[in-house]
């Protein structure tokens, strides 16, 4: 298994879809770097609010600051996916969600045996 560490951030390939977050938690850099830039949190909030010690918010937006491009271009195309979703199912998902693929779209992590379809 490759990891990459830095004290406070790793990479596991198997979990979060490989991207980078924070050691032992399932909280992205992209998450951390998101709280400051759109949400104008503090690194004391992020802190306080989701239990991290300032190393890990401060390590967390270092890793973001090496990567800011590839990063930002993750967290655009995710919102890009979000709004696309939200206009084609905008009363939530077809049977509550429970499907892998809904309409085309594979959800991340799950089989892609079962295909909902536009009723």
Do not use: C
């Not at 890793?63 to 919102?79: C, G, L, S």
Request: no cysteine.
């Amino acid at each position: 298994m490759k990891v990459a560490d830095t004290g406070h951030i790793i990479i596991e390939p198997d979990v979060m879809g490989g991207e980078a977050h924070i050691a032992s938690l399932r909280i992205a850099v992209s998450d951390v770097a998101i709280w400051v830039n759109y949400h104008h949190l503090s690194p004391g909030e992020i802190a306080e609010r989701f239990q991290l010690s300032l190393g890990d918010v401060y390590a967390a937006l270092a890793y973001y600051h090496n990567h800011k491009d590839e990063i930002d271009q993750n967290i655009a195309e995710t919102d890009r996916q979000a709004a696309e979703m939200a206009e084609r199912f905008p009363h939530g998902w077809p049977d509550g969600g429970s499907n892998d693929v809904v309409d085309g779209f594979n959800l991340p992590g799950m089989s892609s045996d079962i295909t909902i379809m536009d009723r």
